[in-house]
Protein backbone atom coordinates (compact mmCIF):
# COMPACT_ATOMS: atom_id res chain seq x y z
CA UNK A 1 0.00 0.00 0.00
CA UNK A 2 1.24 4.11 -0.90
CA UNK A 3 2.03 5.82 1.66
CA UNK A 4 0.04 9.32 1.35
CA UNK A 5 1.56 12.34 1.19
CA UNK A 6 2.73 14.17 4.70
CA UNK A 7 3.25 18.26 4.30
CA UNK A 8 5.98 19.92 5.59
CA UNK A 9 5.97 20.56 9.49
CA UNK A 10 7.29 22.79 11.49
CA UNK A 11 9.89 22.17 13.18
CA UNK A 12 8.52 21.24 16.86
CA UNK A 13 6.44 19.11 14.89
CA UNK A 14 9.06 17.62 13.03
CA UNK A 15 11.05 16.30 16.15
CA UNK A 16 7.81 14.67 17.42
CA UNK A 17 7.25 13.00 14.40
CA UNK A 18 10.84 11.70 13.71
CA UNK A 19 11.48 10.24 17.28
CA UNK A 20 7.82 8.22 17.25
CA UNK A 21 8.78 6.97 13.37
CA UNK A 22 11.81 6.05 14.97
CA UNK A 23 9.98 4.15 17.52
CA UNK A 24 7.34 2.57 14.74
CA UNK A 25 10.14 1.85 11.70
CA UNK A 26 10.70 -1.50 13.14
CA UNK A 27 7.42 -2.64 14.12
CA UNK A 28 4.15 -1.16 11.50
CA UNK A 29 5.10 -0.76 8.40
CA UNK A 30 1.85 -0.38 6.87
CA UNK A 31 0.69 2.84 8.59
CA UNK A 32 -1.28 5.24 6.53
CA UNK A 33 -0.70 8.61 7.89
CA UNK A 34 0.91 10.34 10.89
CA UNK A 35 -0.60 12.48 13.28
CA UNK A 36 1.84 15.07 15.02
CA UNK A 37 0.64 16.53 18.05
CA UNK A 38 0.16 20.65 17.67
CA UNK A 39 -0.92 22.97 19.50
CA UNK A 40 -4.52 24.83 17.65
CA UNK A 41 -7.48 23.39 18.83
CA UNK A 42 -9.79 25.35 16.00
CA UNK A 43 -7.82 22.96 13.46
CA UNK A 44 -11.12 20.24 12.33
CA UNK A 45 -9.99 17.10 12.97
CA UNK A 46 -11.43 13.86 12.46
CA UNK A 47 -13.16 11.67 9.34
CA UNK A 48 -14.96 13.39 7.28
CA UNK A 49 -17.48 11.91 4.13
CA UNK A 50 -17.32 12.43 0.55
CA UNK A 51 -19.19 15.63 1.16
CA UNK A 52 -17.05 17.15 3.25
CA UNK A 53 -18.76 16.68 5.93
CA UNK A 54 -17.38 15.96 9.66
CA UNK A 55 -19.07 12.91 10.58
CA UNK A 56 -16.30 12.26 12.75
CA UNK A 57 -15.47 14.33 15.59
CA UNK A 58 -11.80 13.24 16.78
CA UNK A 59 -11.39 16.60 19.00
CA UNK A 60 -13.88 15.29 21.33
CA UNK A 61 -11.87 12.06 22.09
CA UNK A 62 -10.67 11.59 25.84
CA UNK A 63 -11.40 8.38 26.33
CA UNK A 64 -7.27 7.57 26.76
CA UNK A 65 -4.60 9.91 28.41
CA UNK A 66 -2.54 9.35 25.42
CA UNK A 67 0.37 11.50 24.50
CA UNK A 68 0.07 10.77 20.79
CA UNK A 69 -2.19 9.22 18.30
CA UNK A 70 -1.72 7.84 14.81
CA UNK A 71 -4.77 7.02 13.11
CA UNK A 72 -5.36 4.62 9.97
CA UNK A 73 -7.49 5.07 6.80
CA UNK A 74 -10.92 3.27 7.45
CA UNK A 75 -10.60 -0.34 6.76
CA UNK A 76 -13.58 -2.85 6.29
CA UNK A 77 -15.33 -0.50 8.91
CA UNK A 78 -13.16 0.92 11.59
CA UNK A 79 -9.58 2.49 12.38
CA UNK A 80 -6.41 1.08 13.70
CA UNK A 81 -5.37 3.76 15.92
CA UNK A 82 -1.69 3.64 17.00
CA UNK A 83 -0.72 5.25 20.93
CA UNK A 84 1.40 5.25 23.59
CA UNK A 85 -0.27 4.25 27.21
CA UNK A 86 1.64 4.43 30.69
CA UNK A 87 2.82 1.55 31.83
CA UNK A 88 3.18 1.45 35.54
CA UNK A 89 4.76 -1.44 36.36
CA UNK A 90 7.71 -0.48 34.27
CA UNK A 91 8.80 2.85 35.68
CA UNK A 92 6.22 4.89 33.66
CA UNK A 93 7.65 4.08 30.25
CA UNK A 94 5.01 5.16 27.26
CA UNK A 95 4.29 0.87 25.79
CA UNK A 96 2.92 0.92 22.39
CA UNK A 97 -0.90 -0.17 22.10
CA UNK A 98 -2.69 -0.97 19.22
CA UNK A 99 -6.72 -0.23 19.60
CA UNK A 100 -9.86 0.28 16.95
CA UNK A 101 -12.05 3.25 16.29
CA UNK A 102 -15.45 1.84 15.06
CA UNK A 103 -17.33 4.47 13.17
CA UNK A 104 -19.34 5.61 15.60
CA UNK A 105 -16.25 7.27 17.06
CA UNK A 106 -16.54 4.61 20.10
CA UNK A 107 -13.24 2.90 20.47
CA UNK A 108 -13.46 -1.23 20.85
CA UNK A 109 -13.05 -0.95 24.13
CA UNK A 110 -10.32 0.41 26.88
CA UNK A 111 -9.36 -3.71 27.40
CA UNK A 112 -9.31 -3.73 23.67
CA UNK A 113 -5.65 -2.82 23.62
CA UNK A 114 -2.73 -4.82 21.44
CA UNK A 115 0.76 -5.15 21.60
CA UNK A 116 0.67 -4.85 17.31
CA UNK A 117 -2.34 -4.82 15.03
CA UNK A 118 -3.45 -5.38 11.05
CA UNK A 119 -6.55 -3.82 9.99
CA UNK A 120 -9.45 -5.76 9.64
CA UNK A 121 -10.17 -7.29 6.67
CA UNK A 122 -13.07 -9.24 5.74
CA UNK A 123 -14.39 -9.30 9.29
CA UNK A 124 -11.46 -10.16 11.28
CA UNK A 125 -8.41 -8.36 12.12
CA UNK A 126 -4.62 -10.34 13.27
CA UNK A 127 -3.68 -8.73 16.52
CA UNK A 128 -0.40 -9.86 18.31
CA UNK A 129 -0.86 -10.54 22.23
CA UNK A 130 2.85 -10.99 23.07
CA UNK A 131 3.78 -8.89 26.19
CA UNK A 132 7.31 -6.95 25.56
CA UNK A 133 8.86 -4.24 27.27
CA UNK A 134 8.47 -0.65 26.76
CA UNK A 135 10.35 0.23 23.10
CA UNK A 136 10.86 -2.68 22.61
CA UNK A 137 11.21 -3.87 18.69
CA UNK A 138 9.17 -6.60 17.43
CA UNK A 139 11.53 -9.77 16.62
CA UNK A 140 8.93 -10.36 13.15
CA UNK A 141 10.30 -7.42 12.12
CA UNK A 142 13.35 -8.69 10.93
CA UNK A 143 12.69 -10.76 7.37
CA UNK A 144 16.58 -11.58 7.27
CA UNK A 145 16.67 -14.34 10.32
CA UNK A 146 18.16 -17.79 8.77
CA UNK A 147 15.86 -19.85 10.97
CA UNK A 148 11.90 -18.56 10.60
CA UNK A 149 10.98 -20.76 13.72
CA UNK A 150 12.78 -17.81 16.01
CA UNK A 151 10.34 -15.71 14.99
CA UNK A 152 7.50 -16.69 17.41
CA UNK A 153 5.26 -13.68 18.20
CA UNK A 154 1.35 -14.55 19.45
CA UNK A 155 -0.64 -13.79 16.42
CA UNK A 156 -4.27 -14.91 16.27
CA UNK A 157 -7.50 -13.59 14.70
CA UNK A 158 -10.56 -11.25 16.63
CA UNK A 159 -13.68 -10.24 15.34
CA UNK A 160 -15.87 -7.04 15.41
CA UNK A 161 -16.81 -7.26 19.08
CA UNK A 162 -13.01 -7.69 20.32
CA UNK A 163 -13.52 -11.30 21.35
CA UNK A 164 -10.50 -14.08 19.84
CA UNK A 165 -11.42 -16.04 17.38
CA UNK A 166 -9.01 -18.40 16.83
CA UNK A 167 -4.65 -18.67 16.49
CA UNK A 168 -2.07 -18.41 18.29
CA UNK A 169 0.93 -17.92 15.24
CA UNK A 170 4.10 -17.15 14.74
CA UNK A 171 3.66 -15.06 11.63
CA UNK A 172 0.00 -14.26 9.90
CA UNK A 173 -1.06 -12.34 6.39
CA UNK A 174 -4.49 -10.95 6.18
CA UNK A 175 -7.82 -12.41 5.11
CA UNK A 176 -8.52 -12.14 1.35
CA UNK A 177 -11.07 -14.60 -0.43
CA UNK A 178 -11.42 -16.21 2.34
CA UNK A 179 -8.06 -17.40 3.28
CA UNK A 180 -5.67 -16.13 5.41
CA UNK A 181 -1.54 -16.93 5.29
CA UNK A 182 -0.68 -18.03 8.42
CA UNK A 183 3.08 -19.33 9.93
CA UNK A 184 2.61 -21.97 13.03
CA UNK A 185 4.87 -21.13 16.38
CA UNK A 186 8.26 -23.10 15.79
CA UNK A 187 7.78 -24.02 12.35
CA UNK A 188 9.71 -22.89 9.04
CA UNK A 189 6.15 -23.35 6.69
CA UNK A 190 2.91 -21.34 5.63
CA UNK A 191 -0.03 -22.60 5.48
CA UNK A 192 -3.68 -21.08 4.67
CA UNK A 193 -6.55 -21.16 6.91
CA UNK A 194 -10.19 -20.35 6.62
CA UNK A 195 -12.35 -17.95 9.19
CA UNK A 196 -12.78 -21.08 11.58
CA UNK A 197 -9.15 -21.47 12.05
CA UNK A 198 -9.06 -24.28 9.94
CA UNK A 199 -6.68 -25.76 7.97
CA UNK A 200 -7.24 -25.22 3.77
CA UNK A 201 -4.33 -25.37 2.05
CA UNK A 202 -0.15 -26.77 3.18
CA UNK A 203 2.61 -26.56 1.90
CA UNK A 204 6.21 -26.42 1.86
CA UNK A 205 5.85 -22.45 1.74
CA UNK A 206 8.39 -20.22 3.01
CA UNK A 207 6.52 -16.93 2.26
CA UNK A 208 2.76 -16.87 0.43
CA UNK A 209 0.81 -13.58 -0.65
CA UNK A 210 -2.62 -13.16 -0.78
CA UNK A 211 -5.52 -14.62 -2.32
CA UNK A 212 -6.94 -12.27 -5.45
CA UNK A 213 -9.07 -13.72 -8.53
CA UNK A 214 -8.21 -17.26 -7.15
CA UNK A 215 -4.39 -17.20 -6.91
CA UNK A 216 -2.03 -16.40 -4.35
CA UNK A 217 1.63 -16.46 -4.38
CA UNK A 218 3.90 -18.93 -2.80
CA UNK A 219 7.48 -19.28 -2.33
CA UNK A 220 9.41 -22.62 -2.49
CA UNK A 221 12.93 -22.98 -1.98
CA UNK A 222 13.56 -19.42 -2.67
CA UNK A 223 11.45 -19.14 -5.77
CA UNK A 224 8.08 -18.08 -6.48
CA UNK A 225 4.92 -19.93 -8.53
CA UNK A 226 0.99 -19.56 -8.42
CA UNK A 227 -1.38 -21.89 -6.32
CA UNK A 228 -4.98 -21.78 -7.21
CA UNK A 229 -7.83 -22.19 -3.85
CA UNK A 230 -7.39 -25.98 -3.61
CA UNK A 231 -3.75 -25.67 -3.64
CA UNK A 232 -3.12 -26.69 -6.88
CA UNK A 233 0.23 -25.32 -8.69
CA UNK A 234 -0.88 -23.29 -11.80
CA UNK A 235 2.91 -21.84 -11.80
CA UNK A 236 5.96 -23.96 -10.45
CA UNK A 237 8.25 -21.84 -8.47
CA UNK A 238 10.66 -20.60 -10.72
CA UNK A 239 10.45 -16.83 -10.47
CA UNK A 240 13.10 -14.60 -8.07
CA UNK A 241 10.64 -12.12 -7.25
CA UNK A 242 7.45 -12.52 -5.91
CA UNK A 243 4.60 -12.23 -8.20
CA UNK A 244 2.16 -9.49 -7.81
CA UNK A 245 -1.55 -10.04 -7.07
CA UNK A 246 -3.65 -10.11 -9.83
CA UNK A 247 -5.43 -6.62 -10.90
CA UNK A 248 -8.16 -7.39 -14.18
CA UNK A 249 -7.11 -10.60 -14.72
CA UNK A 250 -2.83 -10.25 -14.56
CA UNK A 251 -0.14 -10.47 -12.55
CA UNK A 252 2.48 -8.50 -12.60
CA UNK A 253 5.98 -10.24 -11.97
CA UNK A 254 9.19 -8.84 -12.13
CA UNK A 255 12.44 -10.30 -13.90
CA UNK A 256 15.35 -8.63 -13.20
CA UNK A 257 17.79 -10.78 -15.39
CA UNK A 258 16.24 -9.76 -18.44
CA UNK A 259 15.22 -6.42 -17.33
CA UNK A 260 11.50 -6.73 -17.75
CA UNK A 261 8.10 -7.43 -15.92
CA UNK A 262 6.06 -10.06 -17.12
CA UNK A 263 2.03 -10.47 -17.07
CA UNK A 264 0.30 -13.27 -16.34
CA UNK A 265 -3.32 -14.85 -16.73
CA UNK A 266 -5.03 -16.59 -14.21
CA UNK A 267 -3.18 -19.97 -16.34
CA UNK A 268 -0.19 -18.58 -15.39
CA UNK A 269 0.53 -17.81 -19.29
CA UNK A 270 2.88 -15.27 -19.74
CA UNK A 271 0.53 -12.44 -22.02
CA UNK A 272 2.58 -9.76 -22.22
CA UNK A 273 6.19 -8.48 -21.26
CA UNK A 274 7.53 -5.05 -20.93
CA UNK A 275 11.41 -3.67 -20.44
CA UNK A 276 11.57 -2.15 -17.55
CA UNK A 277 14.65 -1.12 -14.83
CA UNK A 278 15.40 -3.52 -12.23
CA UNK A 279 13.70 -2.78 -9.10
CA UNK A 280 17.33 -2.25 -7.44
CA UNK A 281 18.57 -0.19 -9.78
CA UNK A 282 15.27 2.02 -10.98
CA UNK A 283 14.59 5.27 -9.81
CA UNK A 284 12.15 6.09 -7.25
CA UNK A 285 10.94 9.14 -5.39
CA UNK A 286 11.46 10.38 -2.04
CA UNK A 287 12.07 13.54 0.21
CA UNK A 288 15.22 15.18 0.01
CA UNK A 289 15.75 17.95 2.33
CA UNK A 290 18.74 19.83 0.06
CA UNK A 291 15.42 20.31 -2.32
CA UNK A 292 13.58 22.15 0.10
CA UNK A 293 11.92 19.25 1.72
CA UNK A 294 10.19 18.21 -1.36
CA UNK A 295 9.95 15.19 -3.69
CA UNK A 296 13.47 14.50 -5.72
CA UNK A 297 14.52 11.59 -8.38
CA UNK A 298 16.74 9.32 -6.15
CA UNK A 299 18.28 5.80 -7.49
CA UNK A 300 17.40 2.66 -5.36
CA UNK A 301 17.18 0.41 -3.51
CA UNK A 302 14.32 1.47 -1.32
CA UNK A 303 16.22 3.18 1.70
CA UNK A 304 13.91 5.89 2.87
CA UNK A 305 10.62 5.92 5.38
CA UNK A 306 9.49 8.87 2.75
CA UNK A 307 9.31 7.03 -0.92
CA UNK A 308 6.44 7.15 -2.59
CA UNK A 309 5.89 3.95 -3.93
CA UNK A 310 8.51 1.60 -5.99
CA UNK A 311 5.08 -0.59 -7.31
CA UNK A 312 3.66 0.73 -10.42
CA UNK A 313 3.42 -3.21 -12.00
CA UNK A 314 -0.06 -3.35 -11.63
CA UNK A 315 -2.79 -3.51 -14.62
CA UNK A 316 -5.07 -0.37 -13.79
CA UNK A 317 -8.25 0.36 -16.17
CA UNK A 318 -6.81 -1.29 -18.99
CA UNK A 319 -3.21 0.05 -18.78
CA UNK A 320 0.37 -0.68 -17.88
CA UNK A 321 3.13 1.36 -17.29
CA UNK A 322 5.98 1.22 -19.47
CA UNK A 323 9.48 2.79 -19.50
CA UNK A 324 11.66 3.62 -22.54
CA UNK A 325 15.25 5.71 -22.46
CA UNK A 326 14.42 6.07 -18.14
CA UNK A 327 11.48 7.97 -19.26
CA UNK A 328 7.81 6.75 -18.40
CA UNK A 329 4.47 6.30 -20.07
CA UNK A 330 1.57 4.05 -20.91
CA UNK A 331 0.69 1.32 -23.11
CA UNK A 332 -2.43 -1.23 -23.34
CA UNK A 333 -2.58 -4.87 -22.89
CA UNK A 334 -1.27 -5.66 -26.26
CA UNK A 335 1.80 -3.22 -25.80
CA UNK A 336 0.51 -0.51 -28.17
CA UNK A 337 2.40 2.52 -26.76
CA UNK A 338 -0.85 5.13 -25.45
CA UNK A 339 1.01 7.62 -23.82
CA UNK A 340 4.59 8.38 -25.04
CA UNK A 341 7.39 8.39 -22.09
CA UNK A 342 7.97 11.34 -21.42
CA UNK A 343 7.71 11.79 -17.70
CA UNK A 344 10.47 11.03 -14.49
CA UNK A 345 7.85 8.32 -13.21
CA UNK A 346 4.31 7.35 -13.23
CA UNK A 347 1.51 4.74 -11.51
CA UNK A 348 -0.90 3.30 -12.53
CA UNK A 349 -4.08 5.12 -13.70
CA UNK A 350 -6.93 5.71 -11.04
CA UNK A 351 -10.43 6.91 -11.82
CA UNK A 352 -9.22 8.00 -15.32
CA UNK A 353 -6.21 9.77 -14.37
CA UNK A 354 -2.81 8.87 -14.40
CA UNK A 355 -0.35 10.63 -11.71
CA UNK A 356 2.70 11.53 -13.05
CA UNK A 357 6.33 13.34 -11.69
CA UNK A 358 8.92 15.48 -13.02
CA UNK A 359 11.97 16.53 -11.74
CA UNK A 360 12.77 20.28 -11.33
CA UNK A 361 14.74 21.24 -14.04
CA UNK A 362 16.93 23.96 -12.28
CA UNK A 363 19.90 22.53 -10.25
CA UNK A 364 18.88 22.11 -6.47
CA UNK A 365 15.08 22.68 -7.50
CA UNK A 366 12.14 20.16 -6.15
CA UNK A 367 10.02 17.70 -8.82
CA UNK A 368 6.43 18.52 -9.26
CA UNK A 369 3.68 15.99 -9.35
CA UNK A 370 -0.08 16.09 -11.60
CA UNK A 371 -2.16 14.40 -13.67
CA UNK A 372 -2.89 13.04 -17.55
CA UNK A 373 -5.99 11.47 -19.39
CA UNK A 374 -6.04 8.49 -21.36
CA UNK A 375 -4.71 10.05 -24.01
CA UNK A 376 -2.09 11.64 -22.95
CA UNK A 377 -3.10 15.48 -22.08
CA UNK A 378 -2.23 16.80 -18.66
CA UNK A 379 -5.38 17.58 -17.40
CA UNK A 380 -3.99 18.84 -13.89
CA UNK A 381 -0.01 20.38 -15.02
CA UNK A 382 2.71 19.45 -13.00
CA UNK A 383 2.85 22.22 -10.80
CA UNK A 384 2.04 20.10 -7.42
CA UNK A 385 4.11 19.68 -4.63
CA UNK A 386 2.40 16.48 -3.31
CA UNK A 387 -0.37 14.28 -5.09
CA UNK A 388 -2.11 11.16 -4.37
CA UNK A 389 -4.11 9.01 -6.57
CA UNK A 390 -7.63 9.45 -6.87
CA UNK A 391 -10.31 7.70 -4.75
CA UNK A 392 -13.99 8.42 -4.76
CA UNK A 393 -13.82 11.56 -7.15
CA UNK A 394 -10.95 13.36 -5.73
CA UNK A 395 -7.37 13.43 -5.00
CA UNK A 396 -5.61 14.38 -1.74
CA UNK A 397 -2.93 17.51 -3.19
CA UNK A 398 -0.25 19.93 -1.72
CA UNK A 399 -0.36 23.72 -4.09
CA UNK A 400 3.43 25.15 -5.13
CA UNK A 401 4.89 26.42 -1.83
CA UNK A 402 1.67 25.87 0.38
CA UNK A 403 1.59 23.81 3.56
CA UNK A 404 -1.80 22.84 3.59
CA UNK A 405 -3.75 19.90 1.35
CA UNK A 406 -6.99 20.43 -0.11
CA UNK A 407 -9.15 17.42 -2.24
CA UNK A 408 -9.78 17.83 -5.84
CA UNK A 409 -11.66 16.84 -8.48
CA UNK A 410 -10.23 15.19 -11.93
CA UNK A 411 -10.12 18.36 -13.68
CA UNK A 412 -8.15 20.31 -10.32
CA UNK A 413 -10.31 22.39 -9.23
CA UNK A 414 -11.03 22.33 -4.79
CA UNK A 415 -13.75 19.95 -4.18
CA UNK A 416 -15.37 21.25 -0.89
CA UNK A 417 -13.34 24.58 -1.37
CA UNK A 418 -11.12 23.72 2.29
CA UNK A 419 -7.90 23.23 3.15
CA UNK A 420 -6.51 20.99 5.68
CA UNK A 421 -3.15 20.63 7.56
CA UNK A 422 -3.40 17.37 6.98
CA UNK A 423 -5.33 14.88 4.63
CA UNK A 424 -5.94 11.29 3.47
CA UNK A 425 -7.54 9.59 0.79
CA UNK A 426 -11.05 8.39 0.72
CA UNK A 427 -11.20 5.23 1.67
CA UNK A 428 -14.85 3.38 2.00
CA UNK A 429 -16.26 6.89 1.65
CA UNK A 430 -14.11 7.98 4.73
CA UNK A 431 -10.86 10.25 5.12
CA UNK A 432 -9.28 11.49 7.70
CA UNK A 433 -7.99 15.32 7.67
CA UNK A 434 -6.74 17.77 10.26
CA UNK A 435 -4.55 16.90 13.47
CA UNK A 436 -5.18 16.86 16.95
CA UNK A 437 -4.27 19.55 19.39
CA UNK A 438 -2.00 19.67 22.54
CA UNK A 439 -4.87 19.84 25.04
CA UNK A 440 -7.35 16.77 23.09
CA UNK A 441 -6.38 14.31 25.94
Not at 119 to 136: K, Q, T
Not at 275 to 288: C, E, F, G, S, V
Not at 304 to 325: H, K, M
Request: proline share 4%; hydrophobic share 35%.
Amino acid sequence: MMKLPVNRLSSASFLVFVLISVGLALNWQNVAFTWAVVADRNEPFGFIDKKGKMVIDLRKMNQYKASNCFFHSISDGSSLVFTQLGDTDNNGFLKNKYMFLNLNGAFMGIDRTFERAHDFSEGLAAVDLMNREPWSSSSSSSSSLDDPRQVNDDWCFIDKSGAVKFGSFGEVNDFSEGLAGVRKKNSCYWQFVDKNGSKAISGPFTAVGPFSQGRAAVCVNEKWGLIDRAGKIIVEPKYEKQIQPFHENFAAVEVPSAKRLDYLNADGEIVLSVDRTPALNRKIIRRNPEKGGGFALVKGPYTADYELSTINCDVSEGLVVIERNGKYGYADLVGRTVITPRFDYCWPFSEGRGRVFQQGLAKGSKGSFGYVDRVGNEIVPCKLDEASDFSDGCAVVTQHNSDRCEYVDYSGRNVFGKTYRRATSFHEGFALVGQPSMDLF
